[in-house]
């Protein structure tokens, strides 16, 4: 590959990150912490890159000035498809990842901690993870007989099953580790995988153990469909 091709690969590798970094589409694949180091690995791409092609210009060219002004065009032409690679971003993480990861065992409690009571009001809003690891390890009952939400989308076990997902990751996309709850109630079958859902409901107690591999059932009141969240990873 000629050094004028890779530094126009660096411009539109720079601008992609600037782009989803910028407009939000980061958080597809990081966590929301990591947007400045973002900005500022983008915008040191495209300052290296800028430099790189500055230079050979100067110079004469990458060759010497030999062939410049035809070796000049042909570059941009074929980067065309990859200028399209780079500026469509993926989406995040959804269901088919979910059937792919198999069945995760639940996060272990911190040693020696301890469940607060949940929050006073009419079913609080807890995180995917929360609820789980309640449901798993918390003897103290502080999700028996007590309505809670939970938002995450739909996923469909190996039974065909509708459960409801989420993903936490430490940093990015590539160590995500699925967190779901097993659906039960009517009407759930018609809503089509990666649907993001608000679920009303109630945890059953001791649902969630090793055979069904820690997935607690929850026991569906109402449910409404929700756009998905701006950060649709829990950390």
């Not at 809503?191 to 055979?211: N, Q, V």
Request: charged share 20%; hydrophobic share 45%.
């Amino acid at each position: 590959m000629r050094r004028e091709t890779q530094n126009v690969l660096l411009v539109l590798l720079g601008g992609a990150v600037l782009k989803i970094a910028m407009n939000g589409q980061y958080t597809n694949y990081v966590k929301p912490s990591l947007q400045p180091w973002l900005i500022i690995a983008g915008a040191a791409t495209i300052v290296l890159a800028v430099v790189g092609i500055v230079r050979d210009i100067r110079a004469g060219g990458p060759t010497g000035g030999h062939g410049h002004d035809h070796g000049s065009r042909s570059p941009w032409l074929l980067l065309l498809p990859a200028l399209a690679i780079f500026l469509v971003a993926p989406p995040a993480l959804g269901a088919d990842k979910v059937a792919r990861s198999g069945t995760v065992a639940a996060q272990p409690a911190p040693s020696g901690a301890e469940f607060v009571a949940l929050p006073d009001g009419d079913a609080p809003l807890l995180r995917m993870g929360d609820a789980v690891t309640r449901a798993v390890w918390d003897d103290s009952g502080t999700l028996d007989d007590r309505e809670i939400r939970l938002i995450g989308f739909v996923a469909r076990a190996e039974d065909g099953s509708v459960q409801l997902a989420r993903f936490a990751i430490g940093c990015c996309a590539a160590d995500a580790t699925p967190i779901k709850v097993g659906l039960a109630g009517s009407g759930l079958d018609s809503y089509e995988s990666d649907t993001w859902l608000e679920a009303r409901g109630k945890i059953i107690s001791g649902s969630a153990s090793e055979a069904n591999g820690y997935v607690p059932t929850f026991q569906v009141a109402s449910v409404d469909v929700v756009p998905a969240p701006p950060d649709p990873y829990e950390s």
